[in-house]
């Protein structure tokens, strides 16, 4: 039962989903608990099956969504594109299906939507990672401003992400700033051209520093995660591992400088 509401009339809720109706009704329903209403609910989809695209549906009613389809599944990319030319608000929270919102998250995104209306230098609010981004300044509520030091060699490389597709809120106009995220490609490379055009077009945002206390990854084996990583690129042995580290490091510098 929820005990107090939340109203972001100015934020549109976008969900990228593929074949998991389930996760994405979960998703849904604990926004819902948590007093959570937004502007506008946006469901972008990368042609789930006809099966799961019914149970979606079905959803409708219930959530008051706006559906985006498509004939065929372009990818994560493709996907977020096209959720995000259909917000209508001057911010989005982007979240995939398969996170859950966490009890203290509506009084810290309460918290981000102040922050960037009262910076509008500010494009981006994370709320979610697998680990701490290096480079923190404390700012406020939790939060600290993310700076970006490219020749740092020990972190540069696995932990400068300024950008990712964990659960954040950022402008509506994102894309016009940074471009379109890369399409046709795999989502790893999708996400570090997305972090390579933030970077270098100087993009600024905030990092929650207890990075798991507002969401909640879940996957289950009924609806189980649709990433595949590439564990090849993840070498077991030190000296590959070094040596590919210090490879990742010249090219991301000559990419990022030229």
Not at 52 to 72: A, C, S, W, Y
Not at 90 to 113: H, M, R
Request: hydrophobic share 35%; with cysteine.
């Amino acid at each position: 039962m929820q005990s107090k509401a939340f109203n972001f009339p100015e934020v549109t809720l976008l969900v990228t989903h593929f074949n998991r109706p389930a996760s994405l009704a979960r998703l849904l329903s604990s926004f819902a608990s948590l007093g959570c209403k937004f502007g506008e609910i946006v469901v972008s989809d990368d042609c789930s099956t006809a099966e799961n695209l019914v149970l979606v549906k079905k959803l409708q009613p219930e959530f008051g969504f706006k559906l985006i389809t498509t004939p065929k599944n372009a990818g994560l990319g493709n996907n977020i594109n096209k959720g995000q030319r259909n917000a209508t608000l001057p911010l989005t929270l982007y979240v995939q299906e398969d996170f859950v919102p966490l009890e203290l998250f509506p009084e810290k995104l309460s918290a981000s939507i102040g922050f960037m209306q009262n910076d509008p230098a500010l494009d981006i609010v994370r709320f979610y990672a697998y680990q701490r981004f290096p480079f923190l300044k404390p700012f406020a509520e939790g939060f600290s401003e993310m700076h970006f030091n490219p020749k740092d060699i020990l972190s540069t490389y696995n932990k400068f992400y300024l950008y990712s597709d964990h659960p954040h809120l950022r402008r509506s106009d994102f894309l016009t700033k940074f471009g379109d995220y890369k399409e046709g490609v795999n989502v790893e490379k999708a996400e570090y051209s997305m972090m390579m055009s933030f970077l270098k077009r100087k993009g600024k945002g905030l990092f929650y520093e207890d990075f798991q206390g507002l969401f909640e990854q879940k996957n289950s084996s009924e609806e189980p995660s649709t990433f595949k990583r590439n564990w090849k690129r993840h070498p077991t042995n030190m000296m590959i591992r070094v040596a590919r580290h210090l490879y990742r490091h010249i090219k991301f510098n000559l990419n990022y400088y030229f």
